[in-house]
């Protein structure tokens, strides 16, 4: 099973930027479709993006949309997602998820089997 490192997260002020990155390691990489989901207070984890794995397909959540971008580096055994235009809403944990070799990209939680610790984003207004 693939273990899973997120890095990136911090302070930022509404409008910044922040590229967080999500290293795996003891799988083969290039099978795994992979996600993004983020937890604020209170709330339930949610689907950002995801992407296939051979990068072909990617899929976002709608309040996402032209702001974040998902992409992998197979080479490298990393997942990134690039937040730009951050919102004060957009302040939560982010965690990064895999799932091997799906029959399509999953986008639910349930769907994906290997877990990071998660970084937290905070955006400031």
């Known amino acids: 099973q693939v273990q899973l490192v997120e890095s990136g997260g911090g302070l930022v002020q509404a409008g910044g930027s922040l590229r967080l990155s999500c290293a795996a390691s003891?799988?083969?990489?290039?099978?795994?479709?992979m996600g993004w989901f983020r937890q604020a207070p209170g709330k339930e984890r949610e689907f950002v993006a995801a992407i296939a794995w051979s990068g072909g397909s990617t899929y976002y959540r709608d309040s996402v949309k032209g702001r974040f971008t998902i992409s992998r580096d197979n080479a490298k055994n990393t997942v990134y997602l690039q937040m730009n235009s951050l919102k004060p809403e957009d302040t939560a944990v982010y965690y990064c998820?895999?799932?091997?070799?799906?029959?399509?990209?999953?986008?639910?939680?349930?769907?994906?089997?290997?877990w990071g610790q998660g970084t937290q984003v905070t955006v400031s207004s």
């Open positions: 003891g799988g083969t990489f290039s099978r795994y479709a």
């Open positions: 998820a895999a799932r091997w070799n799906p029959g399509v990209v999953p986008t639910q939680a349930s769907d994906f089997r290997s």
